[in-house]
């Protein structure tokens, strides 16, 4: 088959796009407000885009019928930081609870029964329960083009400034990520979960 998206002329009952492109990593993301309050929420429009330096970024889109665009966004666009959680199988169920839309005064951290970790380089806090976290400075937000049906996108690109790595997963003087077992998006409500890798070294 051959659609354009633009169209939406799949035929298909849900658009297949997110079902194509996988899998995609979650972007686990902590910022704070101007009041202090934490937000936690998982993106999956996510992914490194740098190594030298090196950056990431996430991208959030639509509107809030109360507060206009999501926290994630407001809050790095406002305060210039936040910090990036590996989401794996064991905090699966609680990753998904920080995705629901609560009122702005409820903490999502400990709605879903997560603890708070200091960062040391930015303000935002991590999430202690996940074993790999890096602490965030926003390059720049990009103001993606929007649609009248889903509202606007913004890009949150960042520097990440600080990692935090927990010591078993380092095998053998390299990371064994396996051994977390990070979750990573498919499409409609299906993920995936990162059990083994298989290594092809560079051509010569
Ligand atoms: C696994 C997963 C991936 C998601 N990916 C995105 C995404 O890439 N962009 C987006 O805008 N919302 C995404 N969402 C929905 C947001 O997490 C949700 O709208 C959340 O309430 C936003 O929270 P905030 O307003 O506190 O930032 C995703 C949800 C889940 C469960």
């Known amino acids: 088959m051959f659609y354009e998206p633009s169209k939406g002329?799949?035929?298909?009952g849900r658009d297949p796009f997110k079902a194509l492109l996988v899998p995609r990593p979650i972007g686990?993301?902590?910022?704070?407000?101007g009041a202090g309050r934490v937000n936690l929420a998982p993106f999956s429009f996510f992914n490194a885009v740098a190594e030298q330096p090196a950056m990431i970024m996430y991208t959030c889109g639509g509107r809030k019928p109360d507060r206009?665009?999501?926290d994630s966004l407001a809050n790095a666009r406002e305060h210039g930081e936040f910090v990036?959680?590996?989401?794996?199988w064991d905090l699966r169920e609680k990753m998904n609870a920080t995705a629901s839309?609560?009122?702005?005064?409820?903490?999502e951290m400990a709605h879903a029964g997560l603890t708070v970790a200091p960062s040391r380089l930015v303000k935002p806090p991590r999430v202690a329960e996940s074993p790999v976290q890096f602490e965030c400075k926003v390059w720049q937000v990009l103001d993606l083009p929007g649609s009248d049906q889903h509202g606007p996108n913004g890009m949150v690109i960042g520097f990440v400034v600080g990692v935090h790595l927990r010591d078993d997963l380092i095998v053998d003087g390299r990371v064994k990520i396996q051994n977390a077992r990070p979750i990573a998006r498919l499409g409609y409500s299906e993920y995936t979960v990162i059990e083994n890798a298989?290594?092809?070294p560079f051509p010569d």
Do not use: C, Q, S, Y
């Open 9 to 12: 002329d799949h035929g298909l």
């Open 28 to 33: 686990w993301v902590t910022t704070m407000n």
């Open 68 to 70: 206009g665009t999501k």
């Open 84 to 88: 990036w959680n590996l989401a794996t």
């Open 101 to 107: 839309t609560l009122p702005a005064e409820i903490d």
């Open 198 to 200: 298989f290594r092809m």
